[in-house]
């Protein structure tokens, strides 16, 4: 998860979350260039569910401190998201939105984020 000795002050401290935020910009800005009919659709699914992951983080990582089990269960609606995220991803290659190479990049950071969503769940409980 994190290095030892270091204290996470915030939820944007998390490993997790800062690889998520990155790829949610990316995604943000990749979905701009879809076609208009699909803004308000594809696109803003897109947009919606790969910032969820952060937004989860960072709202059970505020409730811990009354909780550990509530924020595991905000890290479970991050996993969730990151998989809707997969499924949004593979619409975009497939209708021809998105490269091969940009399904590929994306692909490979949703599986990492997933990874360490569920390491972090793990450990919460």
């Known amino acids: 998860m994190e290095k030892?000795?270091?204290?996470?002050?915030?939820?944007?401290?998390?490993?997790?979350?800062?690889?998520?935020?990155?790829?949610?910009?990316?995604?943000?800005?990749a979905t701009l260039a879809f076609p208009k009919i699909e803004q308000y659709s594809l696109a803003d699914q897109l947009r919606r569910s790969s910032k969820a992951i952060c937004a989860n983080l960072a709202e059970g990582f505020a409730k811990q401190s009354h909780s550990k089990v509530e924020f595991a269960r905000f890290v479970s609606m991050a996993v969730g998201s990151c998989s809707e995220v997969e499924t949004w991803i593979s619409y975009a290659f497939?209708?021809?939105?998105?490269?091969?190479?940009?399904?590929?990049?994306w692909r490979q950071s949703y599986v990492q984020i997933h990874g360490m969503l569920v390491n972090l769940r793990e450990k919460l409980t």
Request: cysteine-free.
């Open 4 to 29: 030892p000795g270091r204290f996470v002050e915030r939820a944007r401290d998390l490993e997790v979350y800062k690889r998520a935020y990155a790829v949610s910009l990316e995604v943000h800005r």
């Open 94 to 105: 497939d209708l021809q939105y998105i490269s091969q190479a940009q399904l590929d990049a």
